[in-house]
């Protein structure tokens, strides 16, 4: 085992499950191998409750405070100090960083430090979503696992026969998931995540379809919303993205690879309207806008351009 991995892959394809089973390989009762997931150690880990491994990240805050948005020299050098010790109950201690690319650069730094010299007891994961935003002086001391999406037939047959999912089913969830697991996990655990795609796709089109009034009320709820929750807008701008990619597919006549296939006729609907020109370029936009957000442009700015450069649906120019 090295000292340090870095484990890159997009959202919910498994990081996270992941780094608990390295966390658990290396503590479980059974020895080393594969965890059995049942001694007292696995499962210590796996509710989360374990004092020697730890999980430091971003996400939505406790009640209704701010997002924390940044992992700081204060979590890193928190969390870094107790590693020093030794393991209070397992034989390793195993710290998971979940959002990596968040860390200030002064905790990035202090991290380095630890990653140049680790004390021998300590396991470091770095979990991310895109390894380009991180020090390359990080990069280069941990060992980099690159966690790829499933195949869709693989994770259909799957879902069918280890989760007893309808055979129609388990194929739409595996197109909406683009292969990462955690999504369809989540999504089977509770209808909430279907509903709210469902819903968040009929707003799209509603907006698609309205005057700049309604497309700046739009951008302000957006910009309001990323305040207390980042990743749901993200997640939101990622459903235009797909759906305007179904729009290009179509338009050059490559139906067949669509994911909104259950809309087929709306998609046919709108991109009659549109030129390929003006597809790509708000694809393109939208992509731009996304990485504005990540380095902090001002939300409502970014999105407000965003709905100013939305082709009117219906007008062919
Ligand atoms: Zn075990």
Same mark, same amino acid.
């Given at each position: 085992m090295a000292h340090a991995y870095l484990l890159v892959g997009p959202p919910h394809v498994g990081k996270m499950t992941l780094a608990i089973s390295i966390a658990q390989a290396l503590n479980c009762l059974q020895g080393p191998g594969e965890p059995c997931g049942e001694c007292s150690?696995?499962?210590?880990?796996?509710?989360?409750?374990?004092?020697?491994? +730890?999980?430091?990240?971003?996400?939505? #805050?406790?009640?209704?405070?701010? @997002?924390?948005? /940044? *992992?700081?020299?204060?979590?890193?050098?928190? /969390?870094?100090?107790?590693?020093?010790?030794?393991?209070?109950?397992?034989? %390793?201690?195993?710290? *998971? !960083?979940?959002?990596?690319?968040?860390?200030?650069e002064e905790a990035a730094n202090a991290l380095l430090k630890t990653l140049e010299e680790p004390p021998d007891q300590v396991t470091i994961l770095l979990l991310t979503t895109n390894e380009d935003y991180l020090l390359s002086t990080i990069r280069s001391r941990c060992r980099c696992l690159t966690l790829l999406p499933a195949p869709k037939e693989e994770m259909v047959g799957r879902l069918v026969s280890e989760h007893d999912v309808e055979p129609a089913t388990a194929e739409n969830l595996a197109r909406l998931s683009r292969g990462c697991y955690g999504w369809v996990f989540g999504a089977l655990k509770e209808d909430q995540v279907l509903q709210d795609r469902e819903s968040a796709l009929a707003r799209m089109l509603e907006i698609c379809q309205s005057g700049l009034d309604t497309r700046f009320n739009y951008a #302000?709820?957006?910009? @309001?919303? !990323?305040? %207390?929750?980042?990743?749901? /807008? +993200?997640?939101?701008?990622?459903?235009?993205? +797909?759906?305007?990619?179904?729009? $290009? $597919?179509m338009q050059e006549g490559n139906g067949e690879f669509v994911?909104?296939?259950? %809309? #087929?006729?709306? $998609?046919?609907?709108?991109?009659?309207?549109?030129?390929? *020109?003006? *597809? /790509?370029?708000?694809?393109? $936009?939208?992509?731009? @806008?996304?990485?504005?957000?990540?380095?902090n442009a001002s939300p409502r700015l970014a999105l407000e351009i965003l709905m100013l450069n939305l082709p009117i649906a219906g007008v062919k120019v």
């Open positions: 150690q696995c499962a210590r880990i796996s509710q989360g409750q374990h004092a020697d491994v +730890r999980i430091v990240g971003i996400g939505p #805050s406790q009640e209704d405070g701010p @997002t924390r948005t /940044v *992992i700081g020299i204060a979590d890193v050098k928190e /969390v870094l100090k107790q590693v020093y010790l030794n393991p209070y109950e397992g034989r %390793r201690s195993v710290v *998971i !960083f979940d959002g990596a690319e968040s860390m200030s #302000s709820e957006l910009a @309001t919303m !990323f305040g %207390r929750d980042r990743e749901g /807008v +993200r997640q939101i701008l990622y459903l235009w993205l +797909r759906w305007w990619r179904d729009l $290009l $597919l994911h909104h296939t259950d %809309r #087929s006729a709306e $998609l046919e609907m709108h991109r009659n309207g549109l030129t390929t *020109i003006q *597809i /790509v370029a708000f694809v393109k $936009l939208v992509h731009k @806008t996304l990485e504005a957000l990540d380095y």
